[in-house]
């Protein structure tokens, strides 16, 4: 419901000698866009199926035919475009009667801040849901399982569940090493970047930033800093709601995407029966996934 800004709701602003007024919320940094591939559309929806491939070709002895395979589509994931918007009206009299200019100025930053964390929360959710049912790909499945349908049988991006630990990391990396493409061909994907919550942060810096191996009296080198493993780093996202979960990008392409269908704008118009004031806000993306590979997930002991 609709809700009217009038001069009952800053009655302070109605009479001098405020000292200062003030509000939480300080801006960051973007985050959500570490999250995923950025794209722009100019539709309604856009639509990626899977091309799957061939497999290898196999040795033609002297005389014989080629051997010829097919090509089939896969999967077919849909970015449906959502609108997001919102605002806030004010009355011609708390316009006019309010004392503090830098009130009313505020309002709108903390319109842009809400549009913001409203896109932070949108984008992270898709990390949030990746091991819940119920919140399916094309495929079937969710982000992150062990279960993803394909050509050559089922194919896993679930690692074993696991708090964050460097031999965690470890097995982790190997396992995106030996991934597969669709019919069973060797992708030979690299970990990128560690997605993690606020509460894994110094626990991730000392795996991942140590000189010698972490938590051991062993005179070892940290193996995943000396092979240059995560070079896209350690990405922080309070916007990750589980403390224990964590997550590994790779260079897979066509994986998490964001499509944006219009950019966030800003608009006021007064009506003319009433004298209100509406200021808004209005913009609309998508955020969903094709390629799984593209993220390995661990959901934590």
């Not at 559309?41 to 639509?47: F, L, Q, V």
């Not at 051997?67 to 994931?77: E, H, L, M, R, V």
């Not at 942060?201 to 995943?224: C, G, P, Y």
Request: with cysteine; aromatic share 10%; glycine share 6%.
């Amino acid at each position: 419901m609709s809700q009217l800004i009038t001069t009952g709701m800053h009655p302070k602003a109605m009479r001098p000698g405020i000292f200062k007024w003030w509000s939480t919320g300080m801006e960051h940094p973007t985050l959500w866009t570490d999250l995923v591939e950025q794209e722009t559309s100019d539709k309604a929806y856009e639509e990626m199926p899977e091309d799957t491939g061939f497999n290898l070709i196999q040795i033609k002895p002297e005389g014989d035919n080629f051997t010829y395979q097919t090509d089939a589509q896969g999967p077919t994931s849909r970015f449906t475009h959502v609108a997001y918007a919102g605002g806030y009206m004010v009355t011609f009299e708390e316009m006019e009667d309010n004392l503090y200019p830098e009130v009313g100025k505020r309002r709108t930053q903390k319109l842009a801040r809400a549009a913001r964390a409203t896109h932070e929360t949108t984008v992270a959710a898709m990390y949030n849901r990746a091991f819940t049912a119920g919140f399916t790909g094309a495929d079937g499945v969710v982000l992150c399982s062990a279960s993803h349908p394909c050509v050559n049988g089922n194919q896993s991006n679930l690692l074993t569940a696991a708090d964050l630990s460097e031999a965690a990391i470890e097995d982790a990396i190997t396992s995106i090493r030996g991934a597969t493409d669709s019919v069973g061909l060797k992708e030979n994907l690299r970990a990128m970047s560690l997605h993690i919550n606020q509460a894994n942060e110094f626990e991730a810096l000392r795996i991942t930033k140590s000189v010698l191996q972490n938590d051991t009296a062993l005179n070892a080198v940290n193996a995943i800093r000396v092979s240059g493993q995560l070079p896209n780093g350690i990405k922080v996202n309070p916007y990750l709601d589980d403390t224990d979960a964590w997550f590994i990008r790779t260079d897979a392409e066509n994986s998490l995407i964001h499509f944006q269908r219009n950019p966030l704008t800003f608009g006021e118009d007064a009506a003319f029966d009433n004298k209100v004031q509406k200021y808004a806000c209005y913009e609309r993306y998508s955020v969903k996934w094709a390629n799984w590979r593209g993220l390995y997930g661990n959901a934590g002991a």
